[in-house]
Antibody, heavy 119, light 110 residues
């Protein structure tokens, strides 16, 4: 059974960099059929697609976050990573990692991790 | 790109049917067959209900169905049950490997 687990600091100071890791178990991240993505949800609000990555390193980012965003992959550890720079309070959210199938749908999700941006 | 438009709330009584709409543009919903629907219970991760407009993943009850007409996609929940009370989100491919989500609809089972 495929499982995804987010990890990283729950508190980040304004202007600093938010860094999260998603560890995939139960399948290889190098599967040719899938992209691996990040989605976030501010408290009490809706979902926002952040971006995704293919195991070969191809990345696609939300235009609104592109200038501050880096998504990378480590196939040796079956992990992919999110870095969001120059964070503000508006970046406070539950961050989910997910597997995207070939139809642009996220069929497996991590449980999510709350990241708060505050001094 | 802007978020897709969903009604903030919807409701129905047990056994009834409810339809939730998701309106986009001819650059996203209207242009591609890649519309998905998710169910999210409080404090939980979203769950994929429908992909490719009307396809249900294995294990999703056939009470959930999806359709699309022009720039508007719809999710219909038939035979409403108490456990269907949740937030529902649509998403659509918008070209250039970009995905958009709707603002979400809170479904209340009366």
């Amino acid at each position: 059974q495929l499982q995804l687990q987010e990890s990283g600091p729950g508190l980040v100071k304004p202007s600093e960099t938010l860094s999260l890791t998603c560890t995939v178990s139960g399948d290889s991240i190098s599967s040719s059929s899938y992209y691996w993505g990040w989605i976030r949800q501010p408290p009490g609000k809706g979902l926002e697609w952040i971006g995704n990555i293919y195991y070969k390193g191809n990345t696609y980012y939300s235009p609104s976050l592109k200038s501050r965003l880096i998504i990378s992959v480590d196939t040796s550890k079956n992990q992919f990573h999110l870095k969001l720079t120059s964070v503000t309070a508006a970046d406070t959210a539950v961050y989910y990692c997910a597997r995207e199938n070939g139809d642009y749908a996220s069929d497996y999700w991590g449980q999510g991790t709350l990241v708060t941006v505050s001094s | 790109q802007s978020a897709l438009t969903q009604p903030p709330s919807a409701s129905g009584s047990p056994g009834q049917s409810v339809t939730i709409s998701c309106t986009g543009t001819n650059s996203d919903v209207g242009a591609y067959k890649f519309v998905s629907w998710y169910q999210q219970h409080p404090g939980k991760a979203p769950k994929l209900l429908i992909y490719e407009v009307s396809t249900r993943p294995s294990g999703v009850p056939d009470r959930f169905s999806g359709s699309k007409s022009g720039n508007t996609a719809s999710l219909t929940v038939s035979g409403l049950q108490a456990e269907d009370e949740a937030d529902y989100y649509c998403s659509s491919y918008a070209g250039s490997n970009i995905l958009l989500f709707g603002g979400g609809t809170k479904l209340t089972v009366l």
